[in-house]
Nanobody, 127 residues
Framework: VQLQASGGGQVQAGGSLRVSCTAS????????TAWFRQAPGKEREFVAN??????????AYGDSVKGRFTISRDNAKNTVYLQMNSLKFEDTAVYYC???????????????????WGQGTQVTVSS
């Protein structure tokens, strides 16, 4: 599966932004898909994931984004979205989407859990 991330940009603190991860080549609902982010000089950080349809499409979030970000999937568009509200300066990073068709026990919050990656999209939050 090929993943294309898009929708990043610059927004003021407190604002909202939605990034998209569109798949080609395969049906994305068969994959668990996640968003990670990486700020300069920092490790890649888990943001959110949405399980494959066979796993009831359950979602999980990193502690730093709970209550502010929402992950969802539009099967008709073969796209996973990350809606980001109440953005903070510290949300500034390159956002990457990853996907895997493997069933992995546990929360699937490690980058190593995912086999396919998009190219990343920059999100910049100004204070």
């Amino acid at each position: 599966v090929q993943l294309q991330a898009s929708g990043g940009g610059q927004v003021q603190a407190g604002g909202s932004l939605r990034v998209s991860c569109t798949a080609s080549g395969r049906t994305l609902s068969r994959y668990t898909t996640a968003w990670f982010r990486q700020a300069p000089g920092k490790e890649r950080e888990f943001v959110a994931n949405i399980r494959r349809s066979l796993s009831s499409s359950t979602t999980a979030y990193g502690d730093s984004v709970k209550g502010r970000f929402t992950i969802s999937r539009d099967n008709a568009k073969n796209t996973v979205y990350l809606q980001m509200n109440s953005l903070k300066f510290e949300d500034t990073a390159v956002y990457y989407c990853g996907a895997t068709e493997r069933h992995v026990a546990g929360p699937m919050t490690r980058a190593d859990d995912y086999s396919y990656w998009g190219q990343g999209t920059q999100v910049t939050v100004s204070s």
